[in-house]
Each structure stands twice: as C-alpha cells, then as structure tokens.
C-alpha cells in the first residue's frame, strides 16, 4: 500500500479496507473482521496514518501487510487499479479497493493457501461491497488441478452461488498448465491402459490425482522406476528406503458422484528427494464399464518443476479451478508480442464440456508495480485477468454507478464483454483457447 500506484495525487490510499488473514496473537486483538474472528482488518484511516510516516518500514509496523517474496498481489492489484500516474497503467485508476492478504499455512513464502480462506476473502469483500452500497469486482488470480475440473468442487460451488447475491463479477485467471503436461485423459476400456509420467530431480512430494466415474470398476496400479507394483485402489501405506506411497480413496460426495484416488509420493526413509525417472499408472478392469473415462492432473507449475509431467499428456482441460466455475469470467492470457496465444494460458473445455476461458487479454511482460517500490514485468494468465477485472469495474461505473444499464453485472457483463471482444486469427471461435476472444 505504500506504492504510489495505490495512491491518489494528495498522496493517499485509495484501499478502503486491507484485511490481512496472517496477522495473530496480540496483533490482531480488537483488529479481527466482525464475524470471522482472526486477522486483522485495518480501513484506509489506519493506512493513510501509516503513509504519513513517510517511511516503509515505519508504516508496515502499524499496518503490517507484507506480499512474500513474489510480490504476487502488488502486481496483480496495480494491473487492475494502479493510480493513473503510476506507470503499471491500471485499468480502473480511480476506483476503490478492498485487499485481502490471504492466510498462508506452512509460512507466509513456503506456504500455501486453503481454499477456506479464500472463500473467506470473497465473503469478506462482498459483505464491504453491500455495506458501502457500492458494485464490485473480485478478481481471482489463483489456481489449482485439485479437483475433477467439472465445477463441482465446495468452492467452485460457492463462487458461483454468490452470482445472484447483490451486483457482483467474480474474474479468475484460466491458470498457466497449458502446455504444462500436468493434464491427461486416458480410456481404461481401450486396449491402452498404462498411463506413463516422468518425475524430474529434487522433487520432494508429488500428488496425483486421479478421477474415475464411480459406475466404472477397475483396479489402478502404481509402477515405480524401482520396479514395484502397488495396487492404489484404495487407501494404502508402502514405506522402504526408496519412496514413500500413500494412497487414499474417495467417495461420492453431496457436490460430486465422481470418485478421486490421490496419490502421494514422497522419498525413501533414506532418501532427500522422489527417485527421477518413469513411473506408471496401469489399470485392470475387473468389472463392469460404463462410462471408462479417467482423468489424472499433476500439481500446477508453482508446486512441481518443469521436468515432472505425463510423457503424453492431453494438454485441453487445463484450466484451474476455480476458472472452471459456472458463471465466472475465466481469462486467458494472448502474447501482444507475438500476436498469438500465449501456450501457457490454459485451455478447455471443463470436463464436463463447458467452454473456458470465457475471454482472454494481453498476458507477456506486463508492466505491473514491483512490492517493495519501482516497476516490473509479470507473465501469466493471474496478470491478464487483473485486466479483465479493470475492465469490468469501468463498464460496472458507467451501468451501474451512472445509472446507464443498473442491471451491467453478473451473466450480463459477461455477455457484453464476450460479444465486444475480438477474435484472434487463426483461432476457433468460440474456442477452448481464445474463448470469444481478445480485449
């Protein structure tokens, strides 16, 4: 917040309230957010306090809100709202903005985020929106293979049930798995049943998940470069010197009747890292197939390294979760310089043949502000969405906050800015790459 592309010309914030989840202990007494009891939230008085300091380091010991290592959410916030005279460009230069620094379980860099927490956020920030009386954008520069990628998943569920809850557009980044080789589908009834992936050096934990239609019955086998053979089909525990598997079963749930066997592969008890080379996923079909489909996804990139993935991946049906949400605007990332996609951007359809992403804007080198002071360049689909987002909150002030199109949200905004958007050559259109195309 104290980057001048978050503040207006007087020299203050334009952040209405900054609600950072990881703040505890005495810190956070008397600062947690009405009805959600930890954190600290801290509105734009406390910050403009903070900035009359006139020093960083002053200021973050009286509204603490450090961005790790990445400075992720710097830039991805300057993108959509940095200040006009800031040289991120932002979007929406005039707008407000509410930030929410999500919690981090493991430490606040090596860490990662529970999709709770975010929930959290959303809540949070639309519950501020309806008390200001004001529409809002919430951008989602986030995502995650852990699910079936149908929609179906509690949070994909939740994001999309808030649609109808006062006047609101949810924006999440397509993800950056495109060309990922993280993403395979494979027929179990076919005569090809071993699925084939490779795991580079020094990776400490790999997860596979695999999902199978629960009407289908079949065994799954694990292959080790080591030559071991383990039947994963349920919940299981092998140790030795050399790797570590774990398997565990699950069934139908209440918000999906697909059924998920995740695979965790971790070293040897004498090992620092998983053995490097060709592992295997075999299946044995030992009863009735009704429908044989299985889908298998690795970690996204941030988790595992370039050199681990399918050695014959299907790289459609790579969006994250939560872009493959109903009733969200899913971006994906176009290279400005090369004039085509970019072959990260992550591409559909759902699996369950919804087209995602909906839209996609420019995503290579985007000038963004850097956490700590001055400017950078960012690449990815969580830098193109913040444009999308910039865009949205403008077209939401002339419809909504101007009295022109009050109903300009939601499923509305998401059929204008479709309609208006242009298509790219040499794409299908609509497409599971460009969707309706480029702003």
């Known amino acids: 917040y104290f980057h001048p592309a978050f503040r207006d010309e007087d020299g203050k914030t334009r952040i209405l309230y900054l609600w950072n989840q990881n703040i505890d202990g005495e810190s956070a007494e008397g600062r947690e957010p009405l009805g959600y009891g930890y954190g600290a939230q801290y509105d734009s008085s406390d910050i403009n306090s903070a900035l009359d300091t006139g020093n960083r380091g002053f200021s973050e010991m009286l509204v603490p809100a450090s961005d790790g290592l990445s400075g992720h959410g ?152 080591s030559g071991k053979r383990i039947n994963i089909s349920n ?19 209440p918000y999906t009747s697909k059924q998920l066997v995740e695979v965790s592969i971790r070293p040897g008890n004498s090992l620092d890292y998983v053995i490097s080379g060709i592992w295997s996923i075999e299946f044995a079909v030992t009863g009735t197939i009704k429908c044989g489909i299985v889908d298998m996804w690795l970690p996204t990139i941030e988790a595992i390294g370039l050199s681990t993935g399918f050695l014959r991946p299907s790289p459609d049906t790579t969006v994250t979760i939560p872009a493959t949400a109903r009733k969200v605007l899913s971006v994906g990332a176009f290279n400005q310089d090369a004039g085509s996609m970019a072959p990260f951007s992550g591409r559909g359809y759902t699996a369950d043949g919804r087209l995602v992403p909906l839209i ?58 479709t309609r208006y958007a242009v298509g790219i050559e040499g794409e299908e259109m609509p497409g599971i790459r460009q969707g309706w195309g480029l702003i």
Not at 143 to 167: Q, R, S, V
Not at 235 to 249: A, F, G, H, M
């Open 74 to 225: 710097t830039a991805v916030a300057s993108i959509a709202a940095g200040s006009r005279n800031s040289q991120s460009g932002g979007i929406a230069y005039e707008s407000e903005i509410i930030a929410v620094a999500l919690k981090r379980t493991g430490g606040s860099d090596g860490g990662y985020t529970r999709t709770i927490d975010i929930m959290e956020g959303i809540d949070y920030a639309l519950r501020k929106a309806i008390e200001l009386n004001m529409p809002i954008v919430i951008n989602l520069s986030f995502g995650t293979n852990e699910g079936a990628h149908d929609g179906n998943t509690l949070f994909e569920n939740y994001i999309t049930d808030i649609n109808g809850i006062w006047k609101n557009i949810v924006v999440v980044a397509a993800g950056n798995e495109g060309d990922s080789r993280h993403h395979v589908r494979t027929d179990v009834s076919s005569n090809i049943n071993r699925t084939e992936f490779a795991i580079g050096d020094n990776e400490k934990n790999i997860r596979l998940f695999i999902w199978k239609y629960f009407q289908d019955e079949f065994e799954i086998y694990l292959n080790t470069p």
């Open 235 to 253: 919940d299981v525990t092998v140790s030795s010197q050399r790797e570590n598997i774990e398997s565990v079963l699950a069934m139908p749930t």
């Open 360 to 417: 996609v804007a420019y995503g290579v080198d985007v000038t963004a502000a850097g956490y700590g002071g001055g400017y950078v360049r960012k690449t990815g689909t969580s830098f193109a969405a913040p444009k999308i987002s910039g865009y949205a909150a403008c077209i939401m002030e002339w419809g909504i906050v101007r009295r022109n199109d009050e109903n300009m949200y939601g499923e509305k905004l998401i059929a204008y800015m």
